[in-house]
Every structure is written in structure tokens, then in C-alpha cells.
């Protein structure tokens, strides 16, 4: 006890030796106070005392960060690969935020998805991704001040986002002006060796060889250059360009028989023009065949289901079936695949024209075997009456256009025009111009009528629009493929094309030619109203 008040006198002396040391010595302090009530005068070293707390007091801040500054250093930021969108990397240090780190690693993490966006939630999604990516990436750092916000949302890579979005998404108005009270159905066949054909059969390479007749054998081309002009308006030329800017990151498909497929195969050849090289594409889903324009994110597609319901003949391949049976209360299997498509053209007529009666599978058949055999109309309503139910109850006309195509007509009865002498529609050069009054071709106009009514009132809640075709078409008895087809996959010989009353085929059509003018009426009507937006 005694040693250690030693030490404390002997540390006085040091405080009253340097006034440095004592400033860390609070009984040096006590002792000049002491000194002070004693002495009366104030001694030097309690000066030194007051000056270092007076220091202390002043700089006492930047001397701690000048101490601590070793520990809390950031360390510098660590270096990110980024990887561009045509596929090279390069390396840049993060978190960077001015400009040009910013607007890349907006477009690093875009993503095929994000077009399916609207361009308001399309920018938070880009956004929230980058935000996401930084955090991961990089050590946390101080919030960023205004001004490096501002630093972040440079006008230069606001203006590139929208042009990126609009290459994108673009949503078209009408562009076309033809009234939807204008009735396309009526009106005469025009020759036009100017503007017709819209397209060559050489040029489109992905028509099939059962449409091309002048490769097949035929000899004359005047049916490729005729034009539909409407009574009291005028249809359009076919615009490639136009229309699949239209369809871009849009889906179109055909669902039915093999003339819907005449149809979407003229569909194809249309719009395929307006198509890079090397950026289109068909291939075989199933029972869809999907041509691919890549560079727009559009497809024409064709949906193989010739009742529209489910039947015993829905094998895209093998479907000769003699006797045909159709499920007509189920669609679901076929309708699975009609999902979130933007443009649906429908048709159902050639299948059922075998016999008078249908065979219909009983409700709660187990098999094909249980069924029973029902007029032809009233299956016929039947089918069409499930078809609208689902549409009605499944399609969102906020998104989809749905179309109905009537009847394509069969010449197989050349007496009916005139021609008692020809067989069936082989060797027929030219349409019916000047024939007045309706043609008997042996269709059923009661199904006609009923896919018109059911088209228009089924679907309360979905438009349906009814495309006649039928009126048009019977007038064309000159563009059938007859003999210049294929006959079990392979394309008719000589000894065939000698043999039309066997072998010609008059319910399908040549490429260019009638289905072309089909797609046209499809196209007026698509482009002549304003183009739905996906919200």
C-alpha cells in the first residue's frame, strides 16, 4: 500500500515536470488546483493541461478517423464478368453506377419473357433484375445519394429501353378502312395478270406437293391470276410486310381439316416474303405444323382436327378411316393446344360428307363402339354448339380473334356448269363469270346456315366471326388440283393423269390460286380493326 502512494507522488512530479503527460493524469490536475488555491498564481503546466483539452475538444474527430481509418477502409470493388447480348464478355468493376455500367447490365439480363410484358411492366421487371444481380454480386455499400440516382436513369438509356420495347411489342391500329358492314362474300371474279399471283410457286418453298400443280404437271397458269372484287368496296392487295408486323410475338393457327390446311399453307407463303432468309422455319408438333417467323416471335400454325371434337380419325397421319366416329360433348384433348393463341380461324365441313347419318358415340361410352348413328345436321349443331361453348367460355376477346370459315364446294358434277362432257373438274380452264342464279353442287346449305347461326349467337361473350367463303369458291371450278397432286404420298404419273374420273382430286385447291383469296378477306378483316393488346 505504502510502494504503490509512492508511485503516485512520484507521478505528481512527473505532472508537475511536463504538462503533457499530466493531461492524462487526473490527480496531476487535482494537485495544480491545489497548487493554485495555495500559490494564488496559475502554473505553466496547468496551462498545457487546459490547451491539450482544448485541442481534444476541437479536433478530437479527425484525429479518431485518422486512427481508425485502417480498419474501416472499403476495400476496392471486386471486377464482374458481363456477358453482352451478342455473346461476348468483358469485365467491368462494381457496383458501379454511371451511365454505362448501368444501361449494360440493363441489357445483360434481358430475357425472351420480357416481351410478353407491357412496356410499363416490363422496365420494373428489368429493374428489379439488375437490383437483384448487384446485391448478389458485390459487397453492400452505402445508400446511394441523389445525385447518383439521377447518375443511374441517364436520358440516353431511357430512350434506348423504349426503342427496344417497340421493336418488340408493336401494337398496330387499323390501317385498313373497309367497313365491317361491307359484305366480302358477293361480288365477281377479275382477271388480273398485273398483280396476281400474289406469289409465286417456285418462290415458296414450303408449299407441299399435293398444291403445286404447275410443278405437278399442269400446263396452263390462268387460274393463279384471277382477283375477287367485292360489290360496293374494294379488298386490299396483300400487304407481307404489313401484316407481320401485325403478328409479331403474336400466334395464328388454323384448326381443322385438310382445307383449313390448303389454307394455312397459302397463309404461309404469304407472309413468308416479308421474312429474312435463314430467320424461318416449319416444324411438325404433333398434330401442329408451325411455321416459325423468327426474327418477328410469330408463328402460323395448323391444328389437325377435322370435327373440331374429339373422333376415331385424329391421327394427324392415319385417318382414312372408314368409318369415322366423333365424341361430340369432349373437346378438351384438341382445345388444350388452342390456349393463349392471339388468331384462331376455324373450319369443319368436308368430313362429314360421307354419309347422311354421323356416327356419334354414346355419353359415357367406353369405346368407339358405343355409339349411335344421328342425322348428319343435328351432330353437325351439335359439334358446333360444344366448339362455341368453349370458345365462349375459354377464349379472352380482350386478347383473341376468332374466325369460322364456311363451306370450301367439291365440282364433281361438270353437267352442273354447263359442261356435259367433262369429267368431274379435270381439265376446267376457267371460272364461271356470267352465271346467274345458285349452283347445285350438292352442298349442304342447312350446315351452312347452321355454322353461320351458331358462329354468331353461341358465344355471347366472344365474337365469332363468320368468313363465307362458300359463294366465291363455287365459281372456281377451274382451281382444283384435279390430277396434278399426290395420291398416297407420292405425286400422280402419266398413266394416273390419263385417268381423271379416279384420280382427280376437286375439294382441294392449287397454290397460288383460291385459298390466297380466302386469306385476303382473313387479312381485310384483321387489318380493318384495331390490333388487341395483351394487358
Known sequence: MHQFAGRR?????????????????????????????????????VAGVFFCIFVLIMYGE?????TLEPLTRVPPPPKLTVTSPGGGA????????????????????????????????????????????????????????????????????????????SAKKTVMPPVLGVPETCDLSKGKWVFDNTSYPLYKEEECTFLTSQVTCMKNGRRDDTYQKWRWQPKGCD?????????????????????GDS????????????????????????????????????????????????????????DPKIHSIQHRIINADKIAAHAEHWRGVDYLIF??????????????????????????????????????????????????????????????????????????????????????????????????????????????????????????ITTMSERRKDGHTSVHTIRQGKVLGPEEQADPGTYADCIHWCLPGVPDIWNLVLYTRIMSRPALQVA
Open 9 to 45: 507522488k512520484s507521478s505528481l512530479a512527473g505532472a508537475g515536470a511536463n504538462g503533457a503527460a499530466a493531461a492524462y493524469d487526473p490527480f496531476g490536475a487535482k494537485h495544480a488546483v491545489t497548487s493554485l488555491r495555495k500559490g494564488g498564481r496559475l502554473p505553466v503546466y
Open 62 to 66: 479527425d484525429i479518431r478517423s485518422l
Open 90 to 165: 468483358h469485365v467491368v468493376a462494381g457496383p458501379r453506377r454511371d451511365t454505362s455500367s448501368a444501361s449494360h447490365q440493363r441489357a445483360a439480363v434481358l430475357h425472351h419473357d420480357d416481351e410478353k410484358q407491357t412496356p410499363a411492366t416490363t422496365t420494373t421487371v428489368k429493374e428489379t433484375t439488375v437490383r437483384q444481380a448487384e446485391e448478389v454480386a458485390v459487397p453492400k455499400v452505402a445508400a446511394a445519394t441523389p445525385a447518383e440516382k439521377e447518375i443511374k436513369k441517364p436520358k440516353k438509356a431511357k430512350k434506348k429501353g423504349r426503342r427496344q420495347r
Open 235 to 255: 379488298m386490299p392487295r396483300f400487304d407481307a410486310k404489313l401484316f407481320i408486323e401485325r403478328l409479331r410475338g403474336k400466334r395464328m393457327m388454323f384448326v
Open 259 to 314: 382445307l383449313n390446311r390448303n389454307q394455312w399453307e397459302s397463309m404461309v407463303c404469304l407472309v413468308q416474303k416479308a421474312v429474312s432468309p435463314g430467320k424461318k422455319y416449319v416444324s411438325w408438333e404433333g398434330q401442329r405444323i408451325v411455321f416459325h417467323a423468327w426474327e418477328y416471335n410469330a408463328t402460323v400454325e395448323f391444328y389437325w382436327a377435322p370435327f373440331l371434337v374429339e373422333s376415331n380419325s385424329d
Open 347 to 468: 373450319n369443319t365441313y368436308i368430313w362429314w360428307m360421307n354419309t347422311l347419318d354421323m356416327k356419334v358415340m354414346r355419353p359415357g361410352g367406353g369405346s368407339w363402339e358405343e355409339h349411335d348413328e344421328v342425322v348428319r345436321i343435328e351432330a353437325y349443331k351439335k359439334v358446333l354448339t360444344t366448339w362455341a361453348g368453349w370458345v365462349n367460355e375459354n377464349v379472352d376477346p380482350a386478347r383473341t380473334s376468332v374466325f369460322f370459315m364456311s363451306m370450301s364446294p367439291l365440282h364433281i358434277s361438270p353437267q352442273v356448269w354447263g359442261n356435259p362432257d367433262g369429267i368431274r373438274c379435270a381439265k376446267e380452264t376457267m371460272p364461271l363469270l356470267e352465271w346467274h342464279g345458285p349452283l347445285w353442287l350438292g352442298m349442304d346449305w342447312d350446315m351452312f346456315h347452321a355454322a353461320r347461326n351458331i358462329s354468331r349467337h353461341a358465344a355471347p361473350r366472344v365474337p365469332i366471326t363468320f368468313v363465307d
